[in-house]
């Protein structure tokens, strides 16, 4: 069976360029989650959607943004990307009981 | 503010030998505890957790163990591995089940052959 999947794995951004990040989530699980995990530091929670609705935000500004879609797949948008940015981006999936987050490999992004 | 704390960045131990891995943390109202570990270039694996209403959880060689006084807990391996050389991140979660998880900073475990 597949994992999580994420895509890119990697990408290079330049200061100030949008960019969009992609989950797909085992077969089965509705709810996926957006972690960042900046080098050196534990993931940092960003979002969790369930049912294609938003259940939690974490302490990020508003050009982090995401959405869930009817096969509960998952984007991860963030605008005006910063050097602080940089980081590994996590997407994780669970059916409903979250304590059994599945962790996918990551986006590692850099922001130049 | 930290709420989860793992103030040991790394731990070296011998093969066949306990390792101790420890997170404080500072929120009373977390009631789920969780220990994953994480391989280069993955994501988090999850290892094992445990309820606040239980002291105690063990799976094979690895044990939790929470002392809700101290807002402490510790994640015991016995024996160790040498493939248990790898970063361990506990996390918390409260019983609001919005999906959030506190990590801790990590601690890189050494198993020296």
């Known amino acids: 069976d597949a994992g999580v999947t994420q895509s890119p794995t990697h990408l290079i951004k330049t200061r100030g360029q949008h960019v969009t990040l992609r989950c797909s989530p085992i077969s089965g699980h509705k709810s996926v989650s957006w972690y960042q995990q900046v080098l050196g530091q534990g993931p940092q929670f960003i979002f969790q959607y369930y049912e294609k609705e938003e259940r939690g935000r974490g302490n990020f500004p508003d050009r982090f943004s995401a959405r869930q879609f009817p096969n509960y797949s998952s984007e991860l948008n963030v605008n005006a990307l910063l050097l602080g940015d940089s980081a590994l981006y996590l997407c994780?999936?669970?059916?409903?009981?979250?304590?059994?987050?599945?962790f996918g490999s990551g986006t590692r992004l850099t922001v130049v | 503010d930290q709420q989860v704390k793992q103030n040991s960045p790394s731990l070296s131990v011998q093969e066949g030998r306990i390792s101790i891995l420890n997170c404080d943390y500072t929120?009373?109202?977390?009631?789920?505890f969780l220990w994953y570990k994480k391989y280069p270039a993955e994501g988090p694996t999850f290892l094992i957790s445990?309820?606040?209403?239980?002291d105690k959880n063990e799976d094979g060689r690895f044990t939790v163990f929470l002392n809700k006084s101290a807002k402490h807990l510790s994640l015991h391996i016995v024996p160790s591995q040498p493939g248990d050389s790898v970063v361990y991140f506990c996390a918390a979660s409260g019983s609001s089940n919005t999906g959030k998880l506190i990590f801790g900073q990590g601690t890189t475990l050494q198993v020296k052959p």
């Open positions: 929120n009373s109202m977390f009631d789920y």
């Open positions: 994780a999936s669970s059916f409903d009981a979250w304590w059994s987050y599945t």
């Open positions: 445990i309820s606040s209403i239980k």
